[in-house]
């Protein structure tokens, strides 16, 4: 079958890349192997086999041949970005408690929170070993700055997500840590390492950065019309784990007095009964919310397509552009 025939842009982008990704995988397994400490591969195995899209790491590789790379380091850099991945997966389900991961229970429940804490700590510190192999000062400034970026944003989410106080510009200061962080620099160090010139870089980085925010909102959004089979988590977890996200930040906004002590009992205080994601669910409706939020993800996908339009004529650079539309046709 030709790439060309294949139906979804991320489908047709890993066909592309088949080869790439092996090795990707290859490196990984390498690296995230132990010989003194089986748990964490153990841990490791259990999330990498649970599938995922590996989008981020493809990313990486689809901007490096974008830019006529030639060497061997694209490899490593896309292994690097998936291990932070990794480990910021690992630590988030110990935070948000969380049961479910890609349709399947996750590693804090079957091992323990001590074990993803500190697998997660080590497949951050391959990742760092990993990046150093390039011999790029550029590729360890930028995913070493994006590490950091990724945590401040974990923990601003956590002092904001429940405070009603936070609006949209909090709110996107958190996607842009704990998720848009990862894709731009994924993207931005495929630029570096091929040694692409300044204005290819930025739209590179631009691309993943918009991206990235439309694929956070429409995560935000699935997780109140989504279906847990597709999305791999229960529907109304972010309700449950009182998480201010995008959809009720704009229910908030719109709330009248009863509806904002009806929010501050949920979120604020997490008095949660019966009926309460349900009712929260009608308030979104009533105030067009879920909508509104399917706009702005929309409009962040155009962001990201009129970035990538920037970039030379390639059939990747058209993959890429059919990506951002994709991200946001998950909503329906």
Not at 233 to 239: E, H
Not at 261 to 290: C, M, N, P, V, Y
Request: hydrophobic letters at 45%.
């Amino acid at each position: 079958m030709n790439v060309s025939d294949i139906a979804k842009p991320h489908d047709r982008l890993a066909a592309w890349l088949a080869q790439d990704m092996g090795a990707v995988n290859d490196l990984i397994q390498e690296r995230m192997a132990s010989s003194h400490a089986p748990r964490i591969p153990e841990v490791t195995r259990h999330l990498v086999d649970a599938g995922g899209k590996r989008l981020r790491p493809m990313l990486t590789l689809a901007a490096a041949h974008l830019c006529g790379y030639k060497g061997p380091y694209h490899i490593h850099l896309a292994a690097t970005v998936e291990f932070i991945h990794t480990a910021t997966l690992l630590h988030d389900d110990v935070v948000d408690e969380s049961a479910q991961r890609r349709g399947r229970p996750t590693a804090n429940l079957l091992w323990d929170n001590k074990s993803s804490v500190l697998v997660g700590d080590y497949l951050f510190s391959r990742s760092f070993q990993l990046m150093t192999e390039t011999g790029s000062i550029d590729v360890l400034r930028i995913l070493s700055d994006a590490s950091a970026t990724i945590a401040e944003g974990e923990v601003l989410q956590m002092t904001a997500a429940q405070d009603l106080a936070t609006d949209e510009s909090v709110y996107l200061q958190v996607v842009r840590g704990k998720t848009a962080a990862l894709f731009s620099a994924a993207t931005e160090v495929g630029g570096v390492i091929a040694g692409a010139d300044d204005t290819v870089v930025k739209a590179l980085y631009d691309y993943g950065d918009a991206l990235g925010i439309a694929f956070q909102i429409v995560d935000d959004l699935l997780d109140y019309q989504g279906q847990s089979a597709a999305t791999g988590k229960n529907v109304g977890d972010d309700f449950r784990e009182r998480k201010l996200t995008l959809p009720v930040i704009k229910a908030v906004a719109k709330a009248d007095a009863e509806e904002r002590a009806f929010w501050s009992r949920t979120i604020e205080k997490g008095h949660q009964e019966d009926g309460d994601l349900e009712h929260a669910l009608d308030l979104l409706h009533r105030h067009e919310t879920l909508e509104a939020t399917k706009i702005d993800a929309v409009a962040w996908a155009e962001k990201a397509k009129q970035a990538m339009a920037r970039m030379p004529a390639h059939d990747l650079r058209d993959m890429l552009i059919d990506l951002a539309d994709y991200v946001v046709e998950r909503i329906n």
